[in-house]
């Protein structure tokens, strides 16, 4: 051990003679090892896909408030390129937006600041990870421009109408897609492989297992969920993409193959998938949360057995997306009770986070609204699953505008007001320079009120018997009252509405960055380490000689022993 | 609200799940958020007064998370009873049927085949149709859905019922329609390019309309 | 040039190992998956037996065979690593990359002669798992030799011997994957 210690402490005086001579120049930016650097990259990626997936659903639900309009910035919507937007928003939203910026950019940004590690273990692989995850972002753009368009079969893509040419009409772009999709999975796994082990090994001396910040322990959980969950689906990838370019049978039953043998394998994906993505929107809210109430959170170990617990179970409720696909009928009854007990640990999760605000003392500042509302909302899209865990009302509410409320009501917290919680506190340390907390707070609200007016009609045009992605309800005459299209148009002014907000977030990031007020170290009163260097950190996040030794957990808010209400993890007792 | 009627046997009993389901959950929703909102109100930052120092261990608030923790448990155990007996009443246990009925799905069709006079199925009277299906009221009729290229769904929102369409098989479910007149059938799973066109109706007729349908189309072999 | 990061290791465990064995947990799952739904499939289709029967079960126990002495050398070249003889770890390591390469020559003589007997990758079901699943198989070969052959040059120069377990380890998971697939595609006939 004691030969360990010591070749621990020369090679880390061996490995700074060159620490601090990153790439230089514009090249440092397309070349960059620092973790910091890919971080951004990520950020930014994921915030461009996320223009372009919320640009599809404002052509698609143009569409539905006003069949056979012609679209400003897209023209008229045929049936064939509405199926390709729908598939392409979720695509776009799960796999470029969600997962690139709660995992890899603020994964990468804060897992080394706050582990006082000067960068991840593996950075030529996390440079890598970034090059391919780009790579899978410019193929799936140009599978929407290619012969015969974009993929069209949902982003679940069940065979046969993916693997077979004749059946979808878009051979190249759904191969092109499937590649994509591929290439972004193993872009995140070679990710996680940097998390996983950076988070295990290089903490800072002093720091045990319990004094790690929860977004860092959740993201990490996420990516080891996400590695154990992918594997199947990988392999069901390949047959399919041998079924649609090899003319193999795997998915036709003609050829004794099985349609449901993908869905079982994309689904054992898809559901710890979406635990993938809430994991970090967790973590992300109860830092946020401990900071402005300036409280310990209630629950430390509780939340991170929760967290683990929840991810174990998300691996035995995968069948409730396939009640009715065929499956034996008696699997169903397994599937509800193992779903319907998942809502244990997840409402407990809740439960810990809420219980963090009681004895606090709250400061509403932009981040800790999104932080508050990302809780507020997903109490709608958790409840709403109960009606679709239980499988003898998932026989009514299945495909139909019921199920995408929920999910919106559960994604749109994770993915989108997740991010700006994590945007807007992350961003004076980032950038050096805080935001405007009066134009945060007007495209907050500019955000949250739209989006309950987007998804309410929506969940009441389901329980009406609306179904998923059709392009005209005008054929249905039970769905094509009036009643039922001044719904979806109150839908689609409502996201109108919300697009124009985000323009205020936009101009707040570009004039902040410009001439926001100087950030400083710490503007928040923070406990974790990212906040003990300078905004933003330099290449190798502190000075050689002054990387962080850690003293106590991450949530020391209002000791008894203490003036200050805050307590640094660095500073010595 | 909008105004869906219950259609058949057994759509009364899917929307009671789903009313038991709203009243459990509604109240722990509005319970949840009441608290959350109360909470933030309650402890605003008010000027010199300091937060509280809580580690997780203290009996006053751990018991508002270990009390709900435990009815949630309960009213899930509520659920799952209630939903197991719904779930084996329409998937499951099927009743004898007066009638068997062939439903076909196809890119972008929906084909149904009746038993003619004869009320068998597979003999030469029966009855083609395509996107609309005639049955009669307060019967119960079985259906074996098929697909001929990917999969599809056979959804009639007024019976609640939805049941996949997997090529390579032929799946078997029921009805029993209690009410009369002509309404939506749907195919609910993405299944093309004309997956929105992919739109059937239903006409359930009474005992004399039902009777005169089939007089009508079944070509009958014996003269 | 490396992050104090890297040298840090608050498990006690060499952050590199840490790394391959989860990335090997990655692979478990992807190859699990592939092999589950290959057994699931041949469980309902009794007839794959059929197409079973043209497998050649002596090629696939020879290739059992060369992978297996190949993890021996890598073994081997461990061993050599820890005493800190690079020269001799880059050998062994050499063997191993021989050994890999004799596996592909052999499997490459295998599917040509069963393609030119029309047992193509669409002939029928068996046979699209079989190639799909060896396929994926020869694939990690591929890549683990030209890693390996990298990590080799390193250590001759005495370079990053710690490289050579950790390929090590990696090597011994592509036998053991070939472990499984030769009784599920050579044997159960």
Known sequence: MSDTAVAVQHDEHAAHDDHHHGPQ??????????????????????????????????????????PGISVPGFGQVSPGEYNALVTNHGTIMIFWVAMPVLIAAFGNYLIPLMIGADDMVFPRINRLSYQIFLISALVLLSS?????????????????????????????????????????????????????????????????????????????????????????????????????????????????????LWQHLFWFFGHPEVYVVLLPAIGITIDIIATFSRKKVFGYKMMLYTAVATGVLSFFVWAHHQFVAGIDPRMANVFTVTTLLISVPIAELLFVIIATLYGGSIRLTTPMLWALAFMAEFLIGGVTGIFLGASGAD?????????????HYTFFPIAIIGSFAAFTYWFPKMFGKMMDERLGKIHFWG???????????????????????????????????????????????????????????????????????AAGKNPWQSNTLEWTTESPPPHGNWPVDEMPNVYRGPYEYAHPDREEDYWPQNEPS | MIDIIQGSTYAGDIDNLILLIGLLVGFWFFAAEFMFFWLIWKFRAKEGQKSQYLTGKEAHVKKWITWPHGIVLVCDVFIVVFSIMVWMDVKQ???????????????????????????????????????????????????????????????????????????GRSITGWFNATVMGEYDIQCAEICGIGHGVMAARISIEDANQHAAWVAANSVSTTP | MKPIATTRSATGVPTGRLAVWWLLASEVVIFGGLLGSYLMMRLGHPEWADAAMHTNTWIGATNTFVLLTSSFTAVLAHQAAEKGDGKKAAGLLVLTIGGALTFLAIKSFEWYT?????????????????????????????????????????????????????????????????????PLLYIAK
């Open chain 3, 114 to 182: 069963e393609i030119s007997h029309g047992y193509t990758i669409t002939a029928n079901n068996f046979w699209s798992f079989y190639y799909t699943a060896a396929g994926l198989h020869a694939l990690h070969v591929i890549a683990g030799a030209i890693i390996m052959g990298f990590i080799a040059w390193d250590a001759f120069r005495g370079k990053e011997l710690q490289r050579v377990e950790l390929i090590g380890i990696y090597w011994h998971f592509v036998d053991v994957v070939w472990i499984f697939l030769f």
């Open chain 1, 395 to 407: 026989i009514y509410f299945h495909d139909t505008y019921f199920v995408l409320a929920h999910f």
């Open chain 1, 25 to 66: 120049g514009l090249l440092k930016y397309i070349w960059s090892t620092d973790h910091k650097v890919i971080a951004m990259q990520y950020l930014f990626t994921g915030i461009f896909m996320a223009v372009i997936g919320g640009f599809m659903a404002y052509v698609f639900r143009m569409q539905l408030a006003f």
């Open chain 2, 93 to 167: 246990q099927l009743p004898v049927a007066d009638s068997t009925i062939r439903i076909t799905g196809q890119q972008w069709a929906w084909t149904f085949q009746h038993p003619g006079l004869d009320n068998e199925l597979d003999t030469a009277d029966d009855i083609f149709t395509v996107d609309e299906l005639h049955i009669e009221v307060d019967k119960n009729y079985h259906f074996k859905l098929e697909s001929r290229d990917v999969v599809h769904s056979f959804s009639v929102p007024i019976f609640r019922i939805k049941q996949d369409a997997v090529p």
């Open chain 1, 447 to 517: 955000t949250v009120i739209p989006f309950n007016f987007i998804f309410i009609p929506l969940f009441v045009l389901g329980m009406g018997g609306q179904h998923r992605r059709i392009y005209n309800y005008q054929h249905f005459p039970d769905l094509a009252s009036a009643e039922m299209y001044n719904l979806r148009e109150i839908a689609t002014y409502a996201l109108l509405a919300m697009i124009a907000f985000q323009f205020v977030f936009f101009f707040n990031c570009i004039k902040s960055w410009m001439s926001g007020k």
């Open chain 1, 144 to 260: 929407l421009f290619v012969q015969g368009g974009g993929f069209g079969g949902a982003w679940t893509a069940y065979p046969p109408l993916s693997s077979v040419a004749e059946y979808n009409q878009t051979q190249l772009g759904s191969s092109l897609w499937l590649i994509a999709v591929a290439l972004e999975f193993v872009a995140f796994l070679l990710g996680g492989i940097n998390f996983i082990t950076t988070l295990m090994n290089s903490r800072a001396p002093g720091m045990r297992a319990y004094d790690i910040p929860l977004v860092a322990w959740m993201i990490v959980i996420a990516s080891i969920l996400f590695m154990l969950s992918v594997g199947p689906l990988i392999a069901g990838a390949v047959m399919l993409l041998f079924d649609q370019t090899l003319n193999t049978g795997f998915y036709d039953p003609a050829r004794g193959g099985d349609p449901i």
